[in-house]
């Protein structure tokens, strides 16, 4: 899930606003998503990749986010093949969500992905967790 908030200035009462539906003035286009697990530790890492389209113009991308470590991040401008320079990113854990401020402002009807990788853990029943069961003839699957 992805959502924007029209942040020109930057004013910390705005992130206040967001509670837990994401703005909704980005709209996502396609996913990619590559996991890789480790069953036997439960580590996992994998990249996302967003692609998106604006409905207002904005300098701020928030994301769900929980329990992940969230670093490689990219956003690139798909029409003019240029890479949106980052200001800075972090986790809100509260809030669960993952803010990006942008040093410029995205415009509309332009075609962004955001790339990110990632690493988690499959041991809480957060998201993607790792599960096992015993089978009619005892063996664990």
């Known amino acids: 899930m992805t959502g924007v908030l029209k942040v020109m200035d930057i004013d910390l009462s705005v992130y206040n606003q967001i509670v837990y539906r994401l703005p909704s003035e980005l709209t ?3 996913y990619r998503l590559y996991l890789h697990p480790d069953l036997e530790t439960g580590a996992c890492n994998g990249t996302v990749s967003i692609q998106f389209q604006l409905n207002a113009a904005t300098n701020l991308i928030v994301l ?11 956003i690139l401008n798909m029409m003019a093949r240029m890479r949106i320079p ?5 986790l809100d854990e509260t809030r669960e969500l ?7 402002v995205l415009s509309t009807n332009k075609a962004y992905t955001l790339s990110a990788s990632f690493d988690c853990n499959l041991n809480s029943l957060h998201g993607a967790y790792r599960s096992s069961y015993t089978d009619e003839t005892g063996k664990q699957r």
């Open 98 to 104: 993952f803010m990006i401020e942008l040093k410029q």
């Open 86 to 90: 980052i200001d800075k990113y972090y």
């Open 64 to 74: 769900h986010a929980k329990e992940l470590n969230v670093y490689g991040i990219s």
């Open 28 to 30: 996502p286009v396609r």
